[in-house]
């Protein structure tokens, strides 16, 4: 229901509260109003054009190596190959 | 019932349009020639043959990046005759212009179909103009007729598909319709994405000479990929089978339909064009599709295989899923 | 980017795959039947449905739509109500391209564009009010239509239009809010789901702990989820985790966006502008207390206060199934009028013509 585009703050304006972020290389200016402290580098996830949340980069490196952990862990059984129907 | 009016869907090139043709235009009209509902209508004069075809351009707005009306206007014509096989000769022009109109606008719109004339080797033969009052149209629409000459033994059609036969584009999808969409309503990125608005005369021309195999070629305009992969598949009784991961779609274009929640495979294109070949000849025609400047990213995206007209989508995840024809323009999807 | 990027790694995709898989065969035999979990947003229908997740997992599980998708869930008398804006002299309606198609009871927007109304697509509030304060002499009625993610944009919007002293620029407020209908959806006996996908970006805004009430009221396992194809795996591999082990959390999988107590600067902004009130669900009826009006204190930009608009009694469709559908009782297949009275050409319900309805979704991309 709610579409949310991340994106790569590439430039800041504190005085009217907006940022520059690119999206697979698409530039647009969206509104900082509900997100403090942005900072050129953060992402942010926006969502008709207002931030709506900093993405937590930690986080999203912690959730991928989860995943490959999960994925290392070769339990027997587990060997069908949905993948290929 | 309600009163049935023409609703914007009923131009887009999906669905709608489909049923407005086969239900009203074919009912008046229908004849022999017709009634093929290919891209050029094939006709045999003195024994010769030639192809005609004729499309209106309004877009808006009339200047966009990477082309204008006036481009579109000419290469839209040109490639509906080459994608039928034909060499494009001539082209008539028909001017419906609002009163207003700065003349330094028309002039650029005329330059730049000049332009493209030259670059695709074709003359405009015959002309109109039309003037009317303000507000009666959005400052300039255009109408072509082109006419294109078919060599003897070309043969390009539905009917030649055959399952294993392979399915090529020439490059990244969607990049006209991101880009006419995002100038038109103002989205903030327009700049960034540039319509691909190209003459195929020339790729073509090269691939129809070294290639006996190709079996067909469709441009990929209106509704997109998936638009015409649908449209191939019922016409000729075929299943075809697409590549998710296959089909080249543009950074900014992809970064783009996502902010707007729409699928590049439904978005138009106006130098993009399908082709359907015999496999063992593929990979050659990718090869010499590349190493020209409007096939760069050309690749094969799927295959033909038999089946009842339907066409599916391997996704990268393993899924698959259908393509069909674009239901109404495509409108952002946000909230 | 390239961080995000391995969100949807097809290897990781399709290795989690086989993990999902090997699961959902458990849970299978331990429940004598698939698992029935309802994805409550309308953009995981749409992803679902893009990635072909739902022809991978459909042997062994059933992925339902549910109430998330905000179009599909406004009333027919709003519906009709916002067309009716349309057709008043001097109002530009301003509108997210989603509204367009959707059928009211005797029309749409398109249509009405069609008869000559102003209807104007936008991608953001902000350009609402841009367009405003370009044009003084039309007044532009902007449609308020989504859940807490999009409220508070549009209450800043509102804001901003009172600083810069507009006086031509008005919300037609349906916004409605979420917990609410989980709520009305648990309550009722009929229902059969094993545990819900919640709305990452809803969460965003109102927190991961918003949800807690779906295990400690109702004994279900829910996962906020984000909207990558692995993030919905990954939801989907959670919930299998819990049925498993015979838990019920609200866990939350979307960490690099959702914080327990969700974003309160957004928030504060929504209900500086918006009060809770009660408000009329397609499919569901009213649901008390999930809805946002506009306050009192801003009236001025409160279409609805300044605008009078009479409608007639909304015509309801016969057979159309988007009810139950949106309740997580019918898939959109189970529906009778799905794919012949009612197709994206010619939509008897919103659930067909807005690109994230789940009969939309299903009719685009799943139909055989």
Known sequence: MCLGIPGRVLEVNPENQTAVIETFGVKNTVSTFFVPDVQVGDYLMVHTGYAIEKLDVEEAEIRIKLWEEILSDATPGEVSRPGDR | ?335 | MQLLEKFRDPAIGRGLLEKVVARAGQVREKLGRRAVFMEVCGTHTVAISRAGLRSILGEYMELRSGPGCPVCVTDYGDIDRMVAFGALPGVTVGTFGDMVRVPGSRTSLERQRAAGADVRLFYSPRDAVAWAAAHPGREMVFLGVGFETTAPGVGAAIAEARARGLKNFSVFSAHKIVPPAMRAILADPDLKLDGFILPGHVSTIIGRRAFDFIAAEYGLPAVVSGFEPLDIIDAVYRLLGQLLSGEARVENGYTRLVREEGNPRARAQMYEVFTVGDASWRGFGLIPQSGLDIRETYRDFDAAARFEVTIEPPRLPKGCACGDLLKGKLAPTDCRLFGTACTPEHPVGPCMVSSEGACAAYYQYERR
């Not at chain 2, 294109?269 to 400047?293: C, D, Q, S, Y």
């Open chain 2, 1 to 335: 019932m309600e009163d049935r009016l023409i609703l914007l869907a009923h131009g887009d090139g999906g669905r709608l349009t489909h049923e407005l043709v086969t239900a009203l235009f074919l009912k008046h009209f229908g004849n022999e020639v017709l009634a093929r509902l290919t891209d050029a209508a094939e006709l045999h004069l003195d024994g010769g043959r030639v192809a005609v075809t004729t499309d209106s351009f309004v877009v808006n707005p009339p200047f966009f990046p990477g082309g204008d009306i006036g481009k579109l206007a000419v290469c839209g014509t040109v490639n509906d005759l080459a994608v039928s096989g034909a060499e494009p000769r001539y082209l008539t022009a028909s001017f419906l212009i609002e009163e207003g109109l700065p003349l330094a606008d028309l002039e650029r719109v005329v330059a730049s179909m000049a332009a493209a004339c030259r670059e695709a080797g074709v003359e405009i033969v015959a002309g109109d103009t039309k003037v009317v009052g303000r507000g009666q149209l959005d400052r300039i629409f255009i109408n072509t007729t082109g006419v294109g000459y078919l060599p003897p033994g070309r043969d390009l059609g539905y009917h030649r598909l055959a399952p294993g036969d392979l399915v090529l584009v020439n490059g990244n999808l969607g990049d006209h319709g991101m880009a006419v969409l995002a100038q038109r309503e103002g989205f903030g990125f327009g700049d960034q994405i540039v319509s691909d608005c190209a003459a195929l005369n020339g790729i073509i021309g090269t691939l129809l000479r070294e290639f006996s195999g190709v079996r067909m070629m469709r441009d990929l305009t209106r509704g997109g990929l998936a638009t015409a992969a649908k449209e191939i598949a019922a016409a000729a009784g075929v299943d075809l089978w697409l590549e998710e991961r296959a089909i080249p779609v543009g950074d900014a274009t992809r970064g783009a339909a996502e902010m707007l929640g729409l699928d590049p495979l439904y978005l138009a294109n106006e130098g993009k064009f399908l082709t359907v070949i015999a496999p063992e000849e593929a990979e050659e025609a990718v090869a010499l599709m590349r190493a020209h400047p409007l096939g760069q990213n050309a690749c094969v995206i799927g295959e033909v295989r038999a089946g009842k007209g339907n066409v599916y989508l391997k996704t990268a995840l393993g899924g698959t899923k259908f393509l069909d024809m674009l239901a109404g323009a495509p409108l952002p999807r946000i909230c």
